[in-house]
């Protein structure tokens, strides 16, 4: 039952603003840092993210089409239904952090690694993630337009521009310039990474301080978190078992339903964070409580979910012997429900805690 050290960081940042919260001057000089820093990471969003190679994994449309839908429709239905447990087991703006949760866009990382150790169809992961990061950068916020509203702490069209502004125009200069510094992102990912880290707990930082300075820690009460995370567990189970027997019901082969399963059942917490320190300000701790609890929560079910998978019979069986293949590499496309093997990309993602 793996604990993601990063979440560990995180909370170490929480207890950091809990403790020691930016005030005055230290608030300004924070919240400004914090945009420039949610600008530079969507930026390295779309240096890292080959559109072309991304869209070589077209032709296996259907399984795409399946884990889009899974994300940016089955779950926010599923947030919108949950609006019925306010105020029994949520309070209104738990509810809007969870309703929050479900419109994000979904894991990379996580979803291939989790996959490769299923045995399943490893680059329709990989595409189906950049996909749902892709499309994401412009639904997500959009769906929190139509779906959160005025309830969504203060949203409206300044946080429109807001998103233009700090989102997506660092994420189209990223791919713009995708074709002259992104030999250097690759030759520097892993220092990349530690920015990509540093600049979400920074993002961490200032929103949770400025909830603390508003009092907005108050709202949370242990019964609460309680049902909030009862809540996540249902919500995640649900998906799970959606996007397995749904995916089987389209007729899709093993290696493919696992790639639809772990794919189209997590949320990204890289994206997400930035995204509602945007969007909810001063009620963005409220708001990245639920995304940060089922972030931990996913990454836990579903290593053992796919460990369990790793030795289904099929998935042995379909092993040729002798061959030194990855586990995990999917078999080739036929008519009898076996995987389409689209064009393998190479592993891109989207920051370290989309993991």
Not at 25 to 35: F, H, I, N, R, W
Not at 40 to 51: E, N
Not at 277 to 303: E, I, K, N, W, Y
Request: net charge positive.
């Amino acid at each position: 039952m793996p604990i993601d050290p990063y979440i560990l960081l995180l909370l170490g940042t929480v207890g950091l603003a809990a403790l020691l919260p930016a005030r005055g001057t230290g608030a300004d000089v924070a919240s400004g840092a914090s945009t420039a820093a949610i600008a530079f990471l969507f930026f390295l969003y779309g240096a890292r993210l080959s559109t072309r190679e991304a869209l070589d994994g077209l032709r296996h449309w259907r399984l795409h089409v399946t884990v889009l839908a899974c994300t940016f429709v089955v779950f926010p239905l599923l947030g919108l239904a949950s609006r019925g447990l306010v105020p029994v087991f949520l309070t209104d703006p738990l509810y809007q952090g969870l309703l929050f949760l479900t419109l994000v866009p979904s894991t990379i990382q996580s979803s291939i690694a989790f996959t490769s150790i299923a045995r399943g169809n490893v680059p329709a992961a990989i595409c189906a993630g950049s996909f749902s990061s892709l499309v994401g950068i412009v639904v997500t916020p959009l769906l929190a337009a139509a779906l959160l509203g005025s309830g969504g702490g203060g949203f409206s069209a300044d946080s429109v521009l807001k998103i233009v502004l700090q989102l997506l125009v660092p994420f189209v200069a990223g791919q713009v310039l995708r074709r002259w510094i992104g030999g250097f992102v690759a030759r520097h990912k892993r220092v990349l990474g530690l920015v990509d880290r540093g600049s979400i707990l920074l993002v961490v930082y200032t929103a949770f301080s400025e909830g603390m300075v508003q009092g907005v820690w108050h709202q949370v009460s242990p019964v609460r978190l309680a049902g909030l995370l009862a809540v996540e567990a249902v919500l995640l189970a649900v998906m799970l078992l959606l996007t397995w027997y749904g995916a089987k019901a389209l007729r899709f082969g093993r290696e493919d339903r696992i790639a639809i399963q772990f794919a189209g059942s997590k949320k990204s917490l890289a994206a997400g964070l930035p995204m509602a320190s945007v969007l909810f300000g001063a009620q963005a701790l409220l708001a990245v409580l639920p995304l940060m609890l089922f972030h931990q929560m996913q990454l836990m079910v579903c290593a053992v979910i796919a460990k369990r998978r790793s030795h289904d019979p099929e998935a042995v069986a379909s092993e040729e012997p002798g061959e030194p293949g990855e586990p995990g590499e999917p078999g080739e496309s036929g008519e009898s429900g076996r995987s389409e093997k689209p064009a393998a990309p190479a592993r891109t993602g989207v920051g370290t805690g989309n993991r």
